[in-house]
């Protein structure tokens, strides 16, 4: 197994996912090098985890047509994982053949949904089925990559309504089971609480303590920054965030329309630094980053201290 | 002293800012009409507490020119409070004469700041000319209101950075000393923090246990939830929220700039009903309401919820 480890330099770990879960769904195509150019500024603004893109079927996910020569656009860096999710065996055999041309992400995603509504209508295979999926995706892989796994809506199913802990405990079970050491805890539509992200991690870490949880909410209710907060309380160190807060699943109303996004990167860092909470990130060029997301994007994003600026408290810092 | 408490039938105490902290500066004059109608469906749908105006300088902020014609044009309802802001001795004493025509407002707040650089440009008095306002509002008011004290740039200030808490600890204990059993904690520009809020209201609770806090937050860099339920969990009950999370100051840039509305109210009593807090607020009639206040102002408000729903959790209890 890969090692899994908070750097000495920071409390928290932070994934940058605006290349891959913040653009899955734009509808206009980033080009290639302005991508590449993202993912390769976000490792050097301090992000040591970045989601960079997707093996997916290009016919599908247009967006990621292009994963292959991303990947091999990007410098290597020191430290830095760069993250492809792989959705069936055909995408984790393109990794294992990027990564042996020397180009390729160090760290592959597999998705379980806890619900099995969810799964039938967002992986098109039951529960049962995508865990065999996921255990031929485990074999393939071997130890060429850090695996995380994810398990989608883990805090409430839009379907489904809520979702019995017990569920997304057999996942996070079923994954260590398979050697994959860290496991994030997917509230896809936006449905997590403070009350439930304590009681989900709690159950968590006194069951599969050898497990590391990763923190990936949606801000589609504005809850993204108090459930990081609620999480990290309960002893989670890694997040996932998107710049901007872009991400999710516009068009679906039954994902509930309106707002569908990640939580906000430039928001929770200055929602961490102000409160003493290290995040490796540099604050400095935080903002910068967060105005160039923007302009990929050409429109204003969500992100509330790109408008705002950062806390008086976390500049004062800066300046000294 | 008027009675501060919790109804039987809610955990939690909201106020809704919409009329007065959420209009304070737009530009565009609201109908009398349109804002007593509004107000009066706050308290129908379940606000027991809220702001309907302010007796301020009708030169100075035009939005509350209508003030007395506005508080007259309500129906009384019993056990609620409507409040009205009161900057100086003479907007108490038309508050005194409205109450005395039977038309007034049963609530009125008096303000002092933190900071003596935020009291020097926002009153345009220092702290201690201020405090010698205050205590001639107080004495004027007399018992024909319960009277609201608010503590403003309490977890930082725009041009000082941070605040003692002994300054606010000060207010607190000044306004107790008058009598004053309920203090709001504004957390003016958005600089607050989870970790703020519970070593402030934890001092204020040990040291000043007779005074009532009210958490009175800022979403300029998206903490507004976070902090309300950091202030939750210290204990607090009371919060002031504004529909759309409209207020603040738009054009100053020494506040900001950028986002500078309250916490949104439709977000916050999802987030409340989601966790199971009884807010008393009528759930099926919440999201309606925003509606109403962004047709109010015409515009797209801030609102999560309004655009993505109620969460699939609480919409469930409705139809049950």
Redesign the interface.
Known sequence: MFPVHVPDDRDVVLCECFARDGLQHESAFVATEEKAGLVDRFAAIGFTRVEATSYSNPKLVPQFADASELLAQLPRRAGAWYKATCANLRAVERAVADLERGVGANEISFLASASESHSQRNLKRSREEQWDNIRQMRERAGDFFRIVGTVSVAF?C?FE??VDPRQVLHDVQAFARLGIGLVALGDTT??A????VRALVRLLEAEVPEVTLVAHFH????????N???AYEAGVRYFDAAFGGVGGHPAAIAY?????GNV?TE?LV??FA???IRTGIDLAALLNVAQRCEKALQRQLL???????????VA?TLSS
Chains 1, 2 share one sequence.
Request: hydrophobic share 25%.
């Open positions: 409430g839009p309504g809520r936006g449905m609480t403070p009350r439930d801000d589609s209710r504005g809850t993204g920054l108090v990081c907060m609620a509930g329309g309106g707002y569908t906000c928001d200055n929602l102000a409160q003493g992100g509330h201290v790109t408008r705002t600026g950062l806390s008086p408290l004062a």
